[in-house]
Nanobody, 120 residues
Framework: QVQLVESGGDLVQPGGSLRLSCAAS????????MGWYRQAPGKQRELVAT???????NYGNSVQGRFTISRDNAKNTVYLQMNSLKSEDTAVYYC??????????????WGQGTQVTVSS
């Protein structure tokens, strides 16, 4: 059984910063791409950022230059550093990872989501 557990969501003022974390745990053989997605009320889930296990990154247009994704492969953990937060960043942030469990084929897993609210 593989689980993704997110942490770090909070209420923050506009212009502030937050750091999200997501750790993959369980019977894991290998973790491939990891990433963050978000969903605001009444909107579709959208890409925030992804990172390969080699460190190549990709960002959604709305967060480019403000957010930074990174990972610690030894800990199977991905991070999202969010700076210069805006009210429109308010959403539930979901961690995603492509994981190969022991003795199984790789597939995508999702975390339970963590709420980020940007408001004064």
């Amino acid at each position: 059984q593989v689980q993704l557990v997110e942490s770090g969501g909070d209420l923050v003022q506009p212009g502030g910063s937050l750091r999200l974390s997501c750790a993959a745990s369980g019977s894991i053989f290998r973790v491939y791409d990891m990433g963050w997605y978000r969903q605001a009320p009444g909107k579709q889930r959208e890409l925030v950022a992804t990172i390969t296990n080699g460190g190549s990154t990709n960002y959604g247009n709305s967060v480019q230059g403000r957010f930074t994704i990174s990972r610690d492969n030894a800990k199977n953990t991905v991070y999202l550093q969010m700076n210069s937060l805006k009210s429109e960043d308010t959403a539930v942030y979901y961690c995603n990872a492509r994981v190969q469990p022991n003795f199984e084929t790789a597939r995508d897993y999702w975390g339970q989501g963590t709420q980020v609210t940007v408001s004064s």
